[in-house]
């Protein structure tokens, strides 16, 4: 690969739960290095919800809305295709997508990571003692959360579907693979180490596909991705105008842990999207937990793996969702943080987010929500602030299970949509008792996609470069005791126990 000019532009592309985003950024190293966003366009797109815990989107969408978003961002930069050095893609993880190799059209929607339709082949598969090998080999967990189940729903479930599998004729690739697939037009079908760890197919040790996950899972080895790097070349676009290399692919949990800097062990950032996903640098040790954490992979450089450890919380900023879409009490996101404004901790609603089940530490696929503790005064602001409270409660539940895998972390970087709101910043640092640090870019996770690009084409030399381009914008730190904070957890975990 040749150099790029320094400095240069990268297409960041960053394909989430409920939108496609593109940014811009200027890219410079040196004695003043930078990552700059210079334009960026976004496009949100339909959620299917076919039946009760099911979710898929249009894989159509998800690279329609892509497409137009990349060439809007442009347009906007007032930039050509020519004037790009690199693309880095990130992305809704374990989203499942099951295409035709000759035609490219796919053969069902994508399954959402969001989806519970396969909680009793999972438990199936638990109660048949799969467990610790599935545990061992991918550092997950036998949940729906994960692709390989819903691979084999598709291939059950469409028409044919499992013997053209057989016969090499469809791909199966999570969202990066797809897009990768569109915009090389069927020329190169990859994936790369932290999306395919995602997948439970993946032995976390080699990096490989693993033969006996395969046959536990029913899927067949001809419809799978080629496992690379996360900076690499991956194949060339011409459909932006001219040609642009893709050289960087990352899950967006694991690149808003590069955005974040978090590049040496011990260092954990938490980002507060749709769901909440914590992620503890372990360095060059995959640490399998104790307390129903997983092991993930962080980031593979040059064919060395970094790796971390995950809590995964599936409802976060999609609380503050429901309350504006389907109670209709907020006009916007933003109104949650002036209605939480003078409610005490120790209100006496509590709010169990379990609308899609129960994420780490708790792994529960058929817990359902409730709310407890509500009497003729409770309103809008209750409601807000049992909502935003509830994410600042689980995110302590991560942490305990962090430091009872002997993982104590002193503070807390954040990003994501919800990070804008200050009441839930202290809230956070009250109730988890750790100082927290918010990005100065609420787009860690695009930043961290952009940062791996402009490391794979010359820019910048080392992954650890990203650590002088860090900035925070706000640090809060916990006015809580310890006595304050243990009442309002024996409440919040007698509350939990009555939804499991
Ligand atoms: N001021 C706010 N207070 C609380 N939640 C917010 C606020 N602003 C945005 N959110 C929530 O953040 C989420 C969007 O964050 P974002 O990082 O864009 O998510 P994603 O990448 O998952 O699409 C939405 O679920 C929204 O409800
Ligand atoms: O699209 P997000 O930002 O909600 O992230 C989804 C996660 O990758 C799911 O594992």
Known sequence: MVKASNPSYILAID???????????LAQSGETPKLKPIASAAHEFKQHFPENGWVEHDPEDLWQTTLSSCEEALQQAELTAADLAGIGITNQRETTVVWD?????????????QDRRTAAECRKLREAG?????????????????????????LDHVDGARARAEAGELCFGTVETYLLWRLTEGAVHATDASNASRTLLMNLAQREWDPELLALFNVPAAMLPEIRDNTAEFGCTTLLGDKVPVVAMVGDQQGALVGQACVS???????????????????????????RLLTTLAYQLDGKPTYALEGSIFMAGAIIQWLRDSLGILDNADESEALAEGVPYSQHEMLIPAFTGLGAPYWEPDARAAIFGMTRDTGRKQLAAAALKSVALQSHDLLTAMAEDGQAIKKLRV????????????????????PVERAAYSEATAFGAAFLAALQVGIFNSIKDIQQLHKIDGEFNCELNHDQQQKIHQRWLAAIEKVR
């Not at 394909?15 to 950024?25: E, K, V």
């Not at 080999?137 to 084999?152: E, H, M, Q, V």
């Not at 999207?273 to 307390?291: K, P, V």
């Open 130 to 154: 799969h467990q610790t090998l599935v545990n061992e080999r991918t550092g997950l967990l036998l949940d729906p959360y994960f692709s390989a189940t819903k691979i084999s729903w598709i």
């Open 15 to 25: 394909q989430g739960t409920t939108s496609s985003r593109a940014i811009i950024y």
């Open 415 to 434: 990003d994501g949509g919800m990070t804008a709101n200050n009441w839930f910043m202290q809230a956070l640092s009250d109730l988890t008792g750790h």
């Open 101 to 113: 190799k000759q035609s490219g059209e796919a053969i069902y929607r994508a399954i959402v990571w």
């Open 265 to 291: 062990p011990g260092m954990l950032k938490s980002t507060y999207g749709t769901g909440c996903f914590a992620l503890l640098n372990t360095g060059d040790e995959a640490i399998l937990s104790n307390h």
